[in-house]
């Protein structure tokens, strides 16, 4: 469980409910022409702009911010990484750590270490894995797309919502009774468009993006901690390195990710 992301939700939901409550607005919010135009027109466009294969894994992406990442943490990798290398010192290489834990980082490392002993090249293992990295991260930012895509087209729809409760409006100038449930659609209209882009659909996508950075991290760290396995390095000077990397790697990705 995933306890900020659950935790942000219902602090969200508080503070929405707290501000209709207040402001006795409760009975205008809730007319289905507004959540029906905001909701079934994001969704259409969203369609739209994605594939089938990117929709059905954007909405397995959403429901797994609420579990508790499956990554390892950095720590737990590179005290991994250091026991790996201490036995292939002692055990003749690379070949004496070839039956990891298969689940472990989603199965990278024992893909890492099969490739490395396939390929018994450093160069080539490395151009291998790093693809491979990339594609997994190409992979999740499209599942955030979807999301940031949904927090774009949301306030756009509750503002043609307000257009058509304008356009009502001023068909019913004449009849005063009307007006004021005429604006009450125009502007909750609005109102269901910007509460999902900023509530759900924004903080989704960041929480996303957030993953793949912590993920992208741990294979890279992994990718390092076997090549220099493959190399023979020293366990000590192994530990250093990763545990150095680990300090600078999570800035690194962020300011790549912003550029």
Do not use: C
């Given at each position: 469980?995933?306890?900020?992301?659950?935790?942000?939700?219902?602090?969200?939901?508080?503070?929405?409910?707290?501000?209709?409550?207040?402001?006795?607005?409760?009975?205008?919010?809730?007319?289905?022409?507004?959540?029906?135009?905001?909701?079934?027109?994001?969704?259409?466009?969203?369609?739209?702009?994605?594939?089938?294969?990117?929709?059905?894994?954007?909405?397995?992406?959403?429901?797994?911010?609420?579990?508790?990442?499956?990554?390892?943490?950095?720590?737990?990798?590179?005290?991994?990484?250091?026991?790996?290398?201490?036995?292939?010192?002692?055990?003749?290489?690379?070949?004496?750590?070839?039956?990891?834990?298969?689940?472990?980082?989603?199965?990278?490392?024992?893909?890492?270490?099969?490739?490395?002993?396939?390929?018994?090249?450093?160069?080539?293992?490395?151009?291998?894995?790093?693809?491979?990295?990339?594609?997994?991260?190409?992979?999740?930012?499209?599942?955030?797309?979807?999301?940031?895509?949904?927090?774009?087209?949301?306030?756009?729809f509750g503002?043609?919502?307000?257009?058509?409760?304008i356009i009502?409006?001023?068909?019913?100038?004449?009849?005063?009774?009307?007006?004021?449930?005429?604006?009450?659609?125009?502007?909750?209209?609005?109102?269901?468009?910007?509460?999902?882009?900023?509530?759900?659909?924004?903080?989704?996508?960041?929480?996303?993006?957030?993953?793949?950075?912590?993920?992208?991290?741990?294979?890279?760290?992994?990718?390092?901690?076997?090549?220099?396995?493959?190399?023979?390095?020293?366990?000590?000077?192994?530990?250093?390195?990763?545990?150095?990397?680990?300090?600078?790697?999570?800035?690194?990705?962020?300011?790549?990710?912003?550029?």
């Amino acid at each position: 469980m995933d306890v900020m992301t659950i935790g942000g939700f219902i602090l969200g939901g508080i503070v929405m409910t707290w501000g209709i409550y207040v402001s006795n607005i409760g009975d205008k919010l809730l007319n289905f022409h507004g959540i029906i135009l905001v909701l079934g027109g994001t969704l259409a466009a969203t369609i739209v702009n994605t594939s089938l294969r990117h929709f059905v894994s954007g909405v397995k992406a959403f429901s797994s911010i609420f579990a508790a990442s499956r990554t390892p943490p950095p720590e737990t990798i590179v005290r991994l990484l250091v026991q790996m290398s201490e036995t292939a010192q002692r055990q003749g290489g690379i070949m004496a750590v070839s039956s990891p834990d298969p689940a472990f980082a989603g199965g990278f490392l024992k893909r890492a270490i099969s490739v490395g002993m396939i390929s018994g090249e450093s160069r080539e293992t490395r151009e291998i894995l790093e693809e491979e990295i990339r594609r997994r991260r190409l992979d999740v930012q499209e599942d955030a797309n979807l999301y940031r895509t949904m927090g774009v087209l949301s306030p756009m729809f509750g503002l043609i919502g307000t257009l058509f409760g304008i356009i009502q409006t001023l068909s019913n100038i004449s009849d005063p009774a009307l007006i004021g449930r005429s604006m009450a659609v125009a502007i909750s209209s609005a109102f269901f468009g910007i509460a999902l882009s900023n509530l759900v659909f924004v903080p989704v996508a960041n929480k996303i993006r957030l993953r793949a950075m912590e993920e992208t991290l741990a294979l890279q760290l992994i990718l390092e901690g076997v090549l220099d396995i493959m190399s023979g390095k020293s366990p000590h000077l192994i530990g250093m390195r990763l545990r150095s990397y680990t300090m600078t790697g999570a800035a690194g990705e962020d300011s790549r990710a912003r550029r």
